[in-house]
């Protein structure tokens, strides 16, 4: 997939029990991306499945790289963004394995890191939230409402599982804790290592499969229990 | 006396607790910000408990304020508190530095069963 001195593009994918849809998620980035002009390898890390996610990505031409045992959302990235530094690529991105992100969005975002130099780039779904369910916008608006009250970080969609990294965020990111929660927590450790945050607005497409598999606002609750607890914390550390 | 002794039992708590933050920072295991905030927790202790005798004699006969004086199961439990309180922080950091390890050897692993590489390209 070489094509000389572009830039190398790794599309991650954290999944959990995706089976059904994952083979769809890489061929529409697959389809995408193979009409730009990045040297790009879609990588899905599989967080220790029960199903066949990890059969069905490699079936469509995705690396996968199997969690031994299930770490959580922010475990799986970590891992996927671990890879992505070891292997030298330029510029990673992660989107959900459930559909909800369209491939056009992930390649407008590296188009933006590439183009503007950004280390992290956020993938807004609330700076044009026409689609989204109130209860959804309420929960996500909340949540980013708390990263700013306990990180200091203002966006509009703290989080947002589409995202975009520079090489320097590669090489310099990681953050503690290993469930949801580790959207906010990212974003306050880049804040603290001083790279250039950004978001840009994107569309979502909510199935019924990605709404049942989506997290709801009880979750949420789960999520600002544990900022909580690291943003007390940390003052010990 | 009473106060002396719970002076003289947190004391070197205190100091050890002081001296382990110093170290860290020194060794740049921890940042000036985090160790600002550390030195400043630890100081409130340190005054509070030096501060103890006279602001007890300061509020002493006034209404509402007014208490016993401390007992010596009084300087027990708050000589307790003061070592669980450290012990509790040193060892919640070594289980983050535990956690940390585990959480890299698996990402390592996984990476390397996965891909069959065992070098950084």
């Known amino acids: 997939m070489s094509r000389g001195d572009t830039q190398r593009v790794a599309l991650i994918i954290p999944a959990y029990n995706e089976g059904t849809v994952i083979a769809g998620v890489i061929k529409g980035l697959d389809s995408v991306f193979r009409k730009s002009n990045y040297d790009y390898t879609i990588i899905v890390i599989d967080d220790g499945s029960h199903d066949n996610t990890a059969v069905q990505a490699k079936k469509s031409g995705a690396i996968v790289i199997r969690h031994l045992l299930n770490s959580g959302a922010g475990g799986a990235t970590a891992t996927g963004l671990s890879y992505a530094h070891q292997m030298g690529y330029d510029i990673a991105t992660t989107s959900d394995a459930d559909g909800q992100h369209k491939p056009e969005d992930v390649l407008k975002g590296v188009n933006l890191l590439a183009k503007k130099h950004f280390d992290l780039l956020i993938g807004s779904r609330l700076i044009n939230s026409r689609g989204m369910s109130m209860v959804k916008i309420i929960g996500n608006r909340g949540l980013s409402v708390l990263t700013n009250i306990l990180f200091g970080i203002k966006v509009t969609d703290s989080q947002s599982g589409l995202r975009i990294f520079s090489r320097k965020a590669l090489e310099s990111l990681r953050w503690k804790t290993s469930g949801y929660e580790f959207c906010s927590e990212m974003l306050w450790r880049a804040d603290q290592l001083g790279l250039k945050i950004d978001e840009y607005p994107i569309k979502v497409i909510y199935t019924d499969y990605s709404k049942a598999k989506g997290q709801n606002n009880w979750n949420g609750i789960n999520i600002v229990k544990s900022l909580v607890k690291r943003r007390i914390v940390e003052m010990f550390e | ?121």
């Open chain 2, 1 to 121: 006396m009473r106060y002396i002794i719970l002076v003289v039992l947190n004391l070197p708590v205190i100091l050890l607790a002081f001296m382990n933050l110093v170290t860290r920072y020194k060794l740049g295991k921890i940042s000036v910000q985090r160790f600002r905030i550390q030195f400043f927790l630890w100081l409130i202790v340190f005054v509070v408990l030096v501060a103890s005798f006279p602001v007890y004699n300061h509020l002493s006969g006034r209404p509402v304020l007014d208490a016993e004086s401390l007992s010596l199961f009084d300087i027990v439990q708050t000589t307790a508190i003061i070592f669980l309180f450290y012990i509790i922080n040193n060892q919640r950091q070594k289980i983050e530095a535990t956690d940390r390890t585990l959480r890299e050897l698996h990402q390592e692993l996984s990476i390397r069963f996965s891909t069959g590489s065992d070098k950084k390209r």
